[in-house]
Each structure stands twice: as C-alpha cells, then as structure tokens.
C-alpha cells in the first residue's frame, strides 16, 4: 500500500481547444512531482499551456512507450517513495487506447489512489455525435493493415454489428485514412451507416453519419485528419 495519488491528467484533441480541459486539471497538476506521458515534449508544452509559471524542470520526467519493463520498474519506485504521479496520454484520456493503461495496473496493485479526470475522449465525442447506439459499443482500435485481413475484419464487425446492434469503433493512421475508406465501400453493404468524426474539438471538426452508399457518391477528403469512424449495420 501506498500514500500516492496517481492522476490521470487529460489534455486536449486539438491544441487550440484548451477549453475542453476543466480548471480542477491544473490544481492536479500542481500535487504531482513525477509525469510519465507518451510525449514527453508535447506533455511540456502543454502543462506550459495550462501553468505558465510552471518551472518543468522542477519535475521528473519519464516518457511511457509501451510501458515496457523498465518504465513500470521507476513508476513502481516512484510509488513506494510517496511521490504523486501524473499520467499524460499525446491526446484525449490516459488509459483509453493509450499505454498509460499498463501504468494504472501497476497503482491498482500497489493500491495507490488513482484519481482520473474528466476532459476529451474523442471516441465518446464520436459516438456522442453519431447518433448510433449509445447504449451498446465497442472500440476496437486499428484495423489490419492488410487489405484481405482487413475486409475480413470488417465483414466480421459488420456481421456482429447487425446481429448486436452494436456500434463498431476504430481508429486509423491519419495518413491512411483515405485508403480506409475506400476499403469501406468495397467491403460493406450500401445501407451500413458510418459516422466520420474527424477534427474533433477543432475549428474544423466534422461529424456526419452517412450510408456507405451515401459515403461513396461524396466521399470526404479525411488525409492527414485525426478521424473517428463509427459503424452500425442495417438489420435486413
């Protein structure tokens, strides 16, 4: 057991928007001594954003990768000096498709207090503004990058959409994301409803629920646009 509190510090989607993130963030930032974040140099610029009076160097710094053996050895030390620990995530909510999960184990072990707080989770905001079942969902992170593996995939999720009526979500290197969804239209029945949500929390965000059929006579430009995709299939 342990006197540390492990905060799990959301920061935003998009730069600009530093309003999605609640002031009780910062006085959380304030109790910690020691951060693991994904990035280390994007994490300073932030907690800069949010305290510009914030001296970084005054902290310790460790950047999480995939949390591998080495990194849960100095969060567990971290832990038994007492220290309070922040976990940064590049964007959106520590924990949620996001390394930092591995870290949080390691405190529920040790019973530490694991404090997460509220700020952007661009799959919520994309199933929030999809209008398709909130009430049953499943993110599934990145797609097979291979093409047959991935029509596969997508068949398969199509199939136990329509069966569950439950919503899919995935994810996609922004760089790909055009290659997706043509991949979408090949392997999806025309009355499957998609929702692209991409920019989230940006001046350009963008979310609207089509057919594939709709989808493909206008297809949007999604290159390079961080994008949530939400899949509901049509029972017959």
């Known amino acids: 057991?342990?006197?540390?509190?492990?905060?799990?510090?959301?920061?935003?989607?998009?730069?600009?928007?530093?309003q999605t993130i609640p002031d009780y963030v910062l006085t959380a930032v304030k109790e910690c001594q020691v951060f693991f974040v994904e990035n280390e140099r994007s994490a300073r610029r932030y907690l800069k954003i949010l305290w510009k009076e914030m001296v970084i160097d005054d902290y310790e710094w460790v950047t999480i990768h995939k949390a591998e053996d080495a990194v849960r050895t100095q969060f567990r030390k971290s832990l038994k000096e007492g220290k309070n620990i922040g976990i940064i995530s590049e964007a959106g909510c520590p924990g949620v498709a996001d390394p930092g999960q591995i870290l949080v184990g390691v405190a529920q072990a040790l019973e530490a207090t694991v404090k997460p707080l509220t700020g952007p989770s661009a799959i919520l905001l994309a199933l929030m503004g999809s209008g398709m079942n909130g009430q049953q969902f499943q993110f599934v992170g990145y797609l097979p990058i291979d093409t047959g593996h991935r029509i596969k995939n997508l068949r398969e999720l199509e199939t136990e959409s329509i069966r569950k009526q439950c919503t899919q979500i995935f994810i996609e290197t922004p760089y790909r994301n055009n290659q997706l969804l043509e991949i979408l239209f090949k392997a999806c029945q025309p009355t499957t409803r998609l929702c692209i949500a991409a920019d989230l929390t940006a001046s350009t965000e963008f979310i609207q629920t089509k057919t594939m059929e709709e989808w493909k006579k206008n297809p949007p430009n999604l290159h390079k646009r961080p994008t949530i995709f939400c899949l509901l299939g049509n029972p017959r």
């Open 1 to 18: 057991m342990t006197a540390s509190k492990v905060y799990l510090i959301p920061s935003f989607l998009h730069e600009t928007a530093t």
